[in-house]
């Protein structure tokens, strides 16, 4: 029998809790069969839900979120169900018969020969970030259903569900539904989504630290209140294992934000994980970020376990780790990739065999970050910097996923600074604590698609809509006049589009009443709606139409026929591209291209950059760290200085016939690349003829022709209001932001039914869009959305600003004979910043000897 404690059905002790004696029976037994009890937090969820309250439970990983998410929704499904009437044995009412004789009837397994009757009607809904997490979450729950012989339907529904299978969802819902948030709005964009949430009771948000303070939060805190409309006594649960601040998330879970309806449930603590940062055989690099020295000992640490969990930060990281491995995979291991650009059939291979035990190990990505367990994964291998202790500690929770062992570790850093990021990450998780979470108000892209979905589904009264969408969080500060404003946009596009009729969506009943002004907007819609804008992608296929998954249309223009590359493991070579599909097949020979995508940078959290500026201070923590580290920080501190708290460390220095100008504000590579922009504009406007920069996360080198003297005032907090707009306006950012926005809120859309629109249509027609409204409309609602992102996720505006104000209140200049050594692993960045991580880490490492030979001596 499969060991459920793997999967959020981890049991213990009872606690005392009295609501023990309100589980039925079936389920008691159950527990009984398994010499399992409930744990304390599983039966407070179920008092939360028998006193009516929202709950948020905030539980370590492998502590039975899962079962205590669903306690409430078994108990309340087995007591509505029924034993079968007795032929002819009469019954006086309807109701009468549906009710059983006692309160142990309900919960008890069906006599031999007899099954329970099912309940009619969708009763639960979970919102999961993954679409592998729902699924998985549907396989662990039929085991112990059907072991309950409870008739208990548990469906999932993301994009990848068949079309025949969602009709038919709608029309005869399962009892348990499990989906992500895009799938929710697009089920409430039918006008039988009254019908179908009419008997719905609650709704589980899983991981919701994974997106709740982000767009997938705000078009999920909408749908919640528009399920809060359908069904007023509905009841809503989230579940996190690491919460910073969990008053935060109890206001976007309430409705109206107030936290008080929303009880806090609290885990006990789980068992200490057992952390280890795996040193290289020789020195801790000087730079690289892929970690890939370390191939040898991961082979051997996959010989020592049954199966083991291999973390990258990015798909191309994952491709090129996966190549690695199998290249010096002399025992033959079997290892898999998994990852969110490899076709739903590559995943569901990979997933399947990892739930059999058919793998040793499998290289991932964030795909399989969140819950998605199996109970043989007793290593996690996190490679490269983890960029957070909530991400981290969420990572090391797929090893031995019980509450009562510990979570193996393994983090593999990159280079030198890498280093004291990942010892910067393990300290925190011992101390158990996690990142803080920066709430935002909703932004307007996606309040407009929701509007527009709901009207899809009939026709609305613009002051109850308000009404309704100030109820959540993010939203709950919209006034009037602005959402008026929204409304305009999607009934006209605005007054610059507005004798276009394909903006022309909505129309105004005589009873005052908006609905669509044509049914094929509805149609329209549903093909195009959705929170993730991903860049411009091709098909990767073999001419017998089999699906390996896709690659960035900016990668595939760089590949001819007969090319070669690594994608999904495999060595392929390009046969012919054909409108969105690029045909291959196996190549004879290794290939070294692997693609790489754009996606948004995992950013380096706030908290973490502190620990790490703390850690470059505490001399008397240096004992503990490899020699060559501490040898490098030693000589930093005697050559130059060391950035103290508060404090930005700026050095000038001479280098190879320029003069370079390196920052060490430990803000991370968003702002740190938007400063770069911002400086190298005011050095050309001051006549120092800056070259070029550099940016990581720890740090910024620009270089130029003329030497830097006076640092500070290139870093005056008036380069925002000066710089910055004219920055964001003239670059590709602003337009970046607008193609996002644009497809968001429906304005320009990406496909139609038979056919889509490829990359460079959808950004023609963007840009287009864009100067148009530039030109006669400055003040349109999306050019002000554009700016949000602009402000906040492109450039991170915010840790800018506090950037400045550092330097401003305490800036270091340090003027230096040659590179310090604190400088040289982003020197030997310079002119690869571009390259695929991996690929040019050999050259880094010779490099940056050489160049280490020059920092290191006295």
Same mark, same amino acid.
């Given at each position: 029998?499969?060991?459920?404690?793997?999967?959020?059905?981890?049991?213990?002790?009872?606690?005392?809790?009295? !609501?023990?004696?309100?589980?039925?029976?079936?389920?008691?037994?159950?527990?009984?069969?398994?010499?399992?009890?409930?744990?304390?937090?599983?039966?407070?969820?179920?008092?939360?839900?028998?006193?009516?309250?929202?709950?948020?439970?905030?539980?370590?990983?492998?502590?039975?979120?899962?079962?205590?998410?669903?306690?409430?929704?078994?108990? #309340?499904?087995? /007591?509505?169900?029924?034993?079968?009437?007795?032929?002819?044995?009469?019954?006086?009412?309807?109701?009468?018969?549906?009710?059983?004789?006692? #309160?142990?009837?309900?919960?008890?397994?069906?006599?031999?020969?007899?099954?329970?009757?099912?309940?009619?009607?969708?009763?639960?809904?979970?919102?999961?970030?993954?679409?592998?997490?729902?699924?998985?979450?549907?396989?662990?729950?039929?085991?112990?259903?059907?072991?309950?012989?409870?008739?208990?339907?548990?469906?999932?529904?993301?994009?990848?569900?068949?079309?025949?299978?969602?009709?038919?969802?709608?029309?005869?819902?399962?009892?348990?539904?499990?989906? +992500?948030? @895009?799938?929710?709005?697009?089920?409430?964009?039918?006008?039988?989504?009254?019908?179908?949430?009419?008997?719905?009771?609650?709704?589980?948000?899983?991981?919701?630290?994974?997106?709740?303070?982000?767009?997938?939060?705000?078009?999920?805190?909408?749908?919640?209140?528009?399920?809060?409309?359908?069904?007023?006594?509905?009841?809503?649960?989230?579940?996190?294992?690491?919460?910073?601040?969990?008053?935060? *998330?109890?206001? &976007?879970?309430?409705?109206?934000?107030?936290?008080?309806?929303?009880?806090?449930?609290?885990?006990?603590?789980?068992?200490?994980?057992?952390?280890?940062?795996?040193?290289?055989?020789?020195?801790?690099?000087?730079?690289?970020? /892929?970690?890939?020295?370390?191939?040898?000992?991961?082979?051997?640490?996959?010989?020592?376990?049954?199966?083991?969990?291999?973390?990258?930060?990015?798909?191309?990281?994952?491709?090129?780790?996966?190549?690695?491995?199998?290249?010096?995979?002399?025992?033959?291991?079997?290892?898999?990739?998994?990852?969110?650009?490899?076709?739903?059939?590559?995943?569901?291979?990979?997933?399947?065999?990892?739930?059999?035990?058919?793998?040793?190990?499998?290289?991932?990505?964030?795909?399989?970050?969140?819950?998605?367990?199996?109970?043989?994964?007793?290593?996690?291998?996190?490679?490269?910097?983890?960029? $957070? !202790? !909530?991400?981290?500690?969420?990572?090391?929770?797929? /090893?031995?996923?019980?509450?009562?062992?510990?979570? %193996?570790?393994?983090?593999?850093?990159?280079?030198?600074?890498? *280093?004291?990021?990942?010892?910067?990450?393990?300290?925190?998780?011992?101390?158990?604590?996690?990142?803080?979470?920066?709430?935002?108000?909703?932004?307007?892209?996606?309040?407009?698609?929701?509007?527009?979905?709901?009207?899809?589904?009939?026709?609305?009264?613009?002051?109850?809509?308000?009404?309704?969408?100030?109820?959540?969080?993010?939203?709950?500060?919209?006034?009037?006049?602005?959402?008026?404003?929204?409304?305009?946009?999607?009934?006209?596009?605005?007054?610059?589009?507005?004798?276009?009729?394909?903006?022309?969506?909505?129309?105004?009943?005589?009873?005052?009443?908006?609905?669509?002004?044509?049914?094929?907007?509805?149609?329209?819609?549903?093909?195009?709606?959705?929170?993730?804008?991903?860049?411009?992608?091709?098909?990767?296929?073999?001419?017998?139409?089999?699906?390996?998954?896709?690659?960035? @249309? !900016?990668?595939?223009?760089?590949?001819?026929?007969?090319?070669?590359?690594?994608?999904?493991?495999?060595?392929?070579?390009?046969?012919?591209?054909?409108?969105?599909?690029?045909?291959?097949?196996?190549?004879?020979?290794?290939?070294?291209?692997?693609?790489?995508?754009?996606?948004?940078?995992?950013?380096?959290? +706030?908290?973490?950059?502190?620990?790490?500026?703390?850690?470059?201070?505490?001399?008397?923590?240096?004992?503990?760290?490899?020699?060559?580290?501490?040898?490098?920080?030693?000589?930093?501190?005697?050559?130059?200085?060391?950035?103290? #708290?508060?404090?930005?460390?700026?050095?000038?220095?001479?280098?190879?016939?320029?003069?370079?100008?390196?920052?060490?504000?430990?803000?991370?590579?968003?702002?740190?690349?938007?400063? $770069?922009?911002?400086? +190298?504009?005011?050095?050309?406007?001051?006549?120092?003829?800056?070259?070029?920069?550099?940016?990581?996360?720890?740090?910024?080198?620009?270089?130029?022709?003329?030497?830097?003297?006076?640092?500070?005032?290139?870093?005056?907090?008036?380069?925002?209001?000066?710089?910055?707009?004219? &920055?964001?306006?003239?670059?590709?950012?602003?337009?970046?932001?607008?193609?996002?926005?644009?497809?968001?809120?429906?304005?320009?859309?990406?496909?139609?039914?038979?056919?889509? %629109?490829?990359?460079?249509?959808?950004?023609?027609?963007?840009?287009?869009?864009?100067?148009?409204?530039?030109?006669?409309?400055?003040?349109?609602?999306?050019?002000?959305?554009?700016?949000?992102?602009?402000?906040?996720?492109?450039?991170?505006?915010?840790?800018?600003?506090?950037?400045?104000?550092?330097?401003?209140?305490?800036?270091?200049?340090?003027?230096?004979?040659?590179?310090?050594?604190?400088?040289?692993?982003?020197?030997?960045?310079?002119?690869?910043?571009?390259?695929?991580?991996?690929?040019?880490?050999?050259?880094?490492?010779?490099?940056?000897?050489?160049?280490?030979?020059?920092?290191?001596?006295?």
């Amino acid at each position: 029998m499969r060991n459920w404690r793997h999967r959020g059905w981890n049991a213990g002790k009872l606690s005392g809790i009295k !609501s023990v004696v309100n589980l039925p029976p079936i389920i008691l037994d159950w527990f009984a069969e398994r010499g399992w009890q409930p744990r304390r937090h599983q039966l407070e969820m179920l008092d939360a839900a028998g006193a009516g309250r929202h709950a948020l439970l905030v539980a370590a990983t492998g502590a039975g979120k899962t079962l205590a998410g669903f306690l409430p929704t078994l108990c #309340a499904l087995i /007591s509505e169900t029924r034993a079968p009437a007795k032929a002819g044995v009469q019954t006086q009412s309807k109701n009468a018969q549906t009710q059983p004789k006692n #309160a142990s009837e309900a919960g008890s397994r069906p006599a031999p020969g007899h099954t329970l009757e099912p309940v009619v009607g969708l009763h639960t809904l979970y919102i999961s970030p993954l679409k592998a997490l729902a699924t998985d979450v549907r396989r662990n729950l039929l085991i112990p259903i059907a072991e309950m012989g409870l008739p208990i339907r548990v469906e999932a529904r993301t994009g990848d569900t068949p079309s025949d299978r969602k009709a038919r969802q709608r029309v005869k819902p399962p009892h348990i539904l499990l989906t +992500t948030p @895009e799938s929710l709005s697009l089920l409430l964009s039918h006008e039988d989504s009254v019908h179908m949430f009419a008997t719905l009771k609650r709704v589980i948000v899983d991981e919701v630290h994974a997106f709740a303070n982000g767009k997938r939060g705000d078009l999920l805190s909408l749908s919640l209140a528009r399920l809060q409309t359908l069904a007023p006594a509905l009841q809503r649960v989230a579940l996190s294992a690491t919460v910073a601040d969990p008053d935060d *998330y109890r206001a &976007w879970l309430a409705p109206n934000g107030d936290i008080d309806q929303v009880r806090l449930v609290e885990g006990e603590a789980a068992a200490e994980p057992d952390l280890t940062i795996l040193l290289p055989q020789g020195r801790v690099p000087w730079a690289g970020h /892929s970690g890939q020295h370390a191939i040898p000992q991961l082979i051997e640490e996959i010989g020592r376990n049954k199966i083991t969990l291999i973390f990258c930060n990015t798909r191309f990281l994952a491709e090129f780790i996966f190549q690695k491995l199998w290249d010096a995979n002399e025992p033959k291991y079997a290892i898999g990739i998994h990852h969110g650009s490899l076709s739903v059939e590559a995943r569901r291979k990979v997933e399947g065999a990892m739930a059999e035990g058919k793998l040793r190990a499998l290289v991932c990505t964030s795909s399989l970050d969140l819950g998605v367990d199996w109970g043989n994964v007793d290593c996690v291998i996190q490679m490269g910097a983890p960029k $957070g !202790s !909530s991400r981290l500690l969420q990572r090391i929770g797929r /090893s031995n996923h019980r509450m009562d062992a510990p979570s %193996k570790a393994i983090l593999v850093p990159g280079n030198r600074f890498e *280093y004291l990021e990942t010892q910067a990450a393990f300290d925190a998780v011992a101390e158990g604590v996690r990142d803080g979470e920066t709430f935002r108000p909703g932004c307007y892209d996606v309040l407009a698609q929701h509007v527009m979905g709901l009207a899809c589904a009939g026709p609305f009264d613009e002051g109850e809509l308000l009404a309704e969408v100030q109820s959540a969080l993010p939203y709950s500060a919209l006034d009037a006049a602005t959402f008026a404003r929204v409304i305009a946009f999607i009934a006209t596009g605005g007054y610059a589009l507005k004798a276009y009729d394909r903006f022309k969506k909505l129309v105004k009943d005589p009873d005052g009443r908006w609905r669509l002004s044509h049914p094929q907007f509805a149609a329209q819609h549903r093909f195009n709606a959705g929170i993730i804008v991903d860049a411009p992608m091709l098909q990767v296929r073999f001419r017998n139409g089999r699906k390996l998954g896709k690659v960035e @249309e !900016s990668f595939a223009a760089t590949l001819s026929p007969g090319n070669c590359f690594t994608f999904a493991g495999m060595a392929l070579e390009v046969e012919s591209i054909k409108d969105l599909d690029l045909i291959v097949r196996a190549a004879t020979k290794p290939a070294a291209n692997i693609p790489s995508y754009m996606g948004a940078r995992l950013p380096l959290t +706030t908290h973490l950059a502190g620990r790490v500026r703390q850690m470059l201070t505490d001399r008397a923590g240096w004992a503990r760290f490899p020699d060559e580290v501490r040898e490098w920080l030693e000589m930093q501190a005697y050559r130059s200085q060391m950035p103290q #708290a508060g404090q930005l460390l700026v050095e000038t220095f001479p280098h190879d016939k320029r003069y370079y100008m390196v920052a060490y504000p430990f803000e991370g590579w968003n702002a740190h690349q938007s400063l $770069g922009m911002l400086i +190298t504009r005011r050095m050309e406007s001051r006549g120092l003829m800056p070259m070029g920069f550099v940016a990581s996360d720890y740090a910024l080198a620009v270089w130029s022709l003329k030497p830097i003297t006076d640092p500070r005032p290139l870093f005056s907090a008036d380069i925002l209001a000066d710089e910055f707009v004219d &920055w964001v306006e003239s670059s590709y950012l602003l337009k970046r932001a607008f193609r996002e926005v644009a497809v968001i809120s429906g304005l320009v859309e990406r496909q139609h039914p038979g056919k889509r %629109k490829t990359g460079k249509q959808v950004t023609f027609s963007t840009d287009l869009i864009y100067d148009v409204l530039r030109k006669y409309e400055p003040d349109h609602l999306l050019l002000e959305a554009a700016w949000a992102d602009a402000r906040t996720r492109l450039t991170d505006v915010g840790r800018l600003g506090d950037l400045l104000d550092r330097a401003a209140d305490n800036m270091l200049h340090v003027d230096l004979e040659r590179v310090s050594p604190l400088a040289v692993p982003l020197l030997v960045m310079i002119g690869r910043e571009s390259v695929a991580q991996g690929s040019v880490d050999d050259a880094l490492l010779m490099e940056a000897e050489s160049l280490a030979s020059v920092a290191m001596t006295p």
